[in-house]
């Protein structure tokens, strides 16, 4: 990401919402690339593997990285949950690592490059 930023690809001042269109309106909309980039999102996500409705296991399914019940409520799609998550802080505070804003980098450079992460 920062070698797209200093070939001048990729903004990192210019926000999520710039690059996504698909996130406009949710917690990410207002977060610089670099805030992402920095993990310093004020974006929710909760890592408790002990309970199955924490923000790691509601995200791996629906990503289809876990297997979902009939009855599972919930997203769907990987952009189905990035839009309910909330904005609990303000971006560009406190640094936490979450996987949410690694895959947000990646669907950026994917969108910006007209490739792939891989």
């Known amino acids: 990401m920062a070698a797209l930023v200093q070939e001048g690809v990729l903004d990192d001042k210019k926000t999520v919402g710039y690059y996504l ?30 309970d199955p409705y924490s923000g790691i296991w509601q995200f791996s399914r629906a990503c289809g990285w876990r297997l979902r019940t009939k009855d599972m409520k919930g997203p769907r799609t990987f952009t189905e949950y990035l839009r309910t998550l909330t904005k609990v802080a303000e971006h560009g505070e406190a640094f936490a690592y979450k996987i949410v804003d690694t895959e947000v980098m990646s669907w950026v450079m994917a969108r910006v490059t007209g490739r792939s992460f891989a």
């Open 21 to 50: 269109s698909e996130l406009r309106g949710t917690a990410f909309e207002d977060a610089t690339f670099r805030q992402v980039m920095d993990m310093r999102t004020g974006v929710s996500f909760t890592v408790d593997y002990d």
